[in-house]
């Protein structure tokens, strides 16, 4: 479907009405939901959360969270969760056509158990691109499961070579190989397209799964052209939603694999055999029930949805949006003498920054003065550089509504915070 017909799949109706809501400031420009008329207000005063997720999110998506407790068995409901079904599919998020998207309640890390478990049998092969910390994790989740697991480390601040990826897959057979579109423990940006190149010559057989948790609505990922055949995320990053929903979309080789599978599913919870059907019902606009779903953060999260593919900003914007960002926020950081953690640009996220500290800095000379500035960043998190570095998000409303001045901010307060920390050691 194209963007044009994306953009119509949603028809708002704008009327305002009056609403209380402590600390907000009601204004004049009104939305309407999905299944209420609603005025919009300004979120409370906040300090600016930028950590690579979760993420600052619009009043509009706040304010959706907030809907009425409504039964997730409502013919008012299922319209707007088949609604969330339809763009995650349609829309350039996935980039596919005919993928199964699953909406779940659960952390990203959801995401892994359902592959892990769908996907891959016990005993079965996997190989992990390791590109920092979440990879070693996601391998971690495919050995509970019972997958042999194989891992290609790059050096920190790398991602995986295209070479070695082929000599590994000359030498064993895989089901499945993953990689981290953006490791949020190291910003590094791994080449998606490139990995699922090389798969399909080396091993076509083999499914390409793509932890793009950090990626999503900040990178471009391309399902159908690239040959991907599983891609999960989770909604407080790129999407631009709180916490709480894993998102997965598998293709439907994937739902091949998963059908023809041997043995028994190995969990219950993410179980594809209990899911599918959920789903299918849910898009066909039907409710229908296994386990309770997120009501009002499927409110929330078809808000956010809606801005993004029916917005003023195109998604083709949306990706330059954020290129633009990250590049201005790292040529500020190291003009001033941070130095980035990936070890050149064109591993380097769009979404995030991960910044060293200068020589003779530590984490409490610099986080806690941000956090004074009301800017809040993220601590390292890779083992072997925990305490050298610390991480910036900058994803969503962030530095697609330039009008807020976020961007402007963090840059403003890391110069200040740099200039104020050296002065405390003269």
């Not at 080396?202 to 390409?208: A, Y």
């Not at 020589?359 to 500035?373: E, H, S, T, Y």
Request: proline share 5%; glycine share 6%.
């Amino acid at each position: 479907m194209s963007t044009s017909a994306l953009r119509n799949l949603i028809s708002l109706k704008l009327k305002p009405l009056s609403i209380s809501y402590p600390q907000a400031r009601i204004f004049r420009n009104p939305l309407a939901s999905p299944a209420r008329k609603m005025s919009t207000f300004v979120q409370a005063p906040h300090k600016l959360l930028v950590i690579p997720g979760p993420i600052e999110v619009t009043d509009e998506v706040l304010y959706a969270n907030a809907h009425p407790s409504m039964s997730h068995m409502s013919p008012d409901f299922a319209p707007v969760f088949g609604d969330c079904i339809r763009m995650i599919r349609q829309g350039r998020a996935s980039g596919s056509s005919d993928a199964q998207p699953f909406l779940i309640a659960g952390s990203g890390t959801l995401g892994w158990d359902q592959v892990s478990a769908n996907l891959v049998e016990p005993g079965e092969n996997a190989l992990v691109l390791h590109s920092g910390y979440f990879a070693d994790s996601f391998a971690d989740c495919l050995q509970i499961y019972g997958a042999n697991v194989d891992q290609v480390k790059a050096e920190i601040g790398g991602a995986v070579k295209e070479a070695d990826i082929e000599r590994a897959l000359k030498a064993k057979k895989y089901k499945v190989v993953t990689v981290t579109h953006v490791d949020t423990s190291t910003a590094v940006l791994s080449n998606v397209k490139a990995v699922a190149e090389v798969v399909k010559r080396v091993s076509p057989d083999t499914l390409v799964v793509v932890d793009a948790v950090c990626s999503v609505a900040s990178e471009e990922i391309q399902m159908d052209a690239w040959g991907i055949d599983a891609v999960l995320t989770a909604s407080q990053k790129g999407l631009g939603t709180p916490p709480g929903l894993s998102i997965v979309v598998a293709s439907q080789k994937a739902i091949q694999v998963f059908e023809n599978r041997s043995t028994p599913v190995t969990t219950y919870y993410g179980s594809w055999k209990k899911w599918l059907p959920i789903m299918k019902a849910y898009e066909n606009n039907s409710a229908a029930y296994f386990a309770t779903p997120p009501v009002n953060l499927i409110y929330a999260f078809h808000a956010s949805l809606t801005q993004i593919m029916q917005g003023s900003v195109s998604l083709e914007q949306r990706f330059k949006l954020h290129q633009d960002a990250s590049r201005r926020i790292k040529k500020a950081a190291e003009k001033i003498g941070f130095k980035g953690v990936p070890i050149s640009e064109d591993v380097q996220a769009n979404g995030m920054t991960a910044l060293y500290f200068p020589d003779g800095f530590v984490a409490n000379d610099i986080i806690p003065r941000l956090l004074k500035k009301d800017v809040v960043v993220a601590g390292g998190l890779h083992a072997s550089i925990k305490d050298k570095y610390f991480r910036i998000g900058h994803m969503g409303v962030s530095v697609v509504d330039p009008s807020r001045g976020d961007i402007d901010k963090v840059i403003s307060a890391m110069q200040e915070t740099l200039a104020e920390a050296r002065a405390s050691k003269q």
